[in-house]
C-alpha cells in the first residue's frame, strides 16, 4: 500500500488511491472512490462512491465530497467547504436519479465554508473566497466571492490577485513566476512566461 491511512479512518473495498497520499483521522472514503497521488484528505473528510479525485489535490477538514462531483488535479478545499448533488432536496422525495455533476477544474481553490451548488463548473485556477456561494459556472482564474457569489477580480496561477478589470483588452504579469495575462473581453488566459 503506497498510502497512509490513520487506524480511525475507513476505507471501503474497491477505492482507489494514489501513490503517497494521506488519509487522516475519521475519514470515511466509500468503495467506488477514485483518488489520484499525492493527495491529503483531512480529518473528518467524506467521499463519496461516484466521485473522482485527481492528484496533488488537498482537501481540508471536515468536507464532504458526494457523489457526482469531481475534482481535478491540484485542487484546494478549504475547512468545511460545501458541495451538494441534489438542486431541490426533500427528505420525503427520493432523487438519487436526479443528481447534478459539479466539476472542479485544475488549479481551483474552494475557500472555507464556501458552497459550490451542484450542476456548475469552477474554471481552471479559479479562487472561490471564504464563505461564497457558487450557483452558476466560473470562469478560469475568475476570483469570486458573496452570497451569491460573483466575480470581483483575476487570480494567477500562483493565487495573487492580478491588477486587471473585470472586462476589456489588458495585460499583467505575475511578479512571482512571470507568466503573463492576457485579458480579451471577459475572458482571462495564461500565455506563460513572459
Not at 21 to 28: K, L
Amino acid at each position: 500500500m503506497g498510502y497512509t491511512v490513520h487506524p480511525s479512518a475507513i476505507v471501503d473495498d474497491g477505492a482507489v488511491i494514489g501513490e503517497g497520499s494521506r488519509v487522516w483521522h475519521f475519514v470515511h472514503v466509500c468503495g467506488g472512490a477514485v483518488i489520484g497521488a499525492g493527495c491529503s484528505l483531512g480529518q473528518n473528510v467524506f467521499v463519496g462512491n461516484r466521485v473522482r479525485i485527481g492528484d496533488n489535490v488537498k482537501i481540508q477538514n471536515n468536507v464532504s465530497v458526494y457523489d457526482n462531483v469531481t475534482l481535478e488535479d491540484d485542487v484546494f478545499c478549504g475547512p468545511s467547504m460545501v458541495f451538494t448533488n441534489v438542486y431541490n432536496p426533500r427528505s420525503a422525495v427520493s432523487r438519487k436519479d436526479e443528481y447534478r455533476d459539479t466539476l472542479v477544474k485544475r488549479g481551483a481553490t474552494l475557500g472555507a465554508n464556501s458552497t459550490i451548488v451542484c450542476g456548475v463548473t469552477v474554471g481552471e485556477y479559479a479562487f472561490v473566497g471564504a464563505g461564497a456561494v457558487v450557483n452558476r459556472d466560473v470562469k478560469p482564474f475568475a476570483l469570486m466571492a458573496g452570497v451569491p457569489a460573483r466575480q470581483i477580480g483575476w487570480m494567477s496561477r500562483f493565487g495573487e490577485r492580478l491588477p486587471l478589470p473585470l472586462k476589456g483588452e489588458a495585460e499583467a504579469v505575475c511578479p512571482h513566476t512571470g507568466d503573463r495575462y492576457v485579458l480579451r473581453g471577459d475572458t482571462l488566459t495564461c500565455e506563460g512566461q513572459s
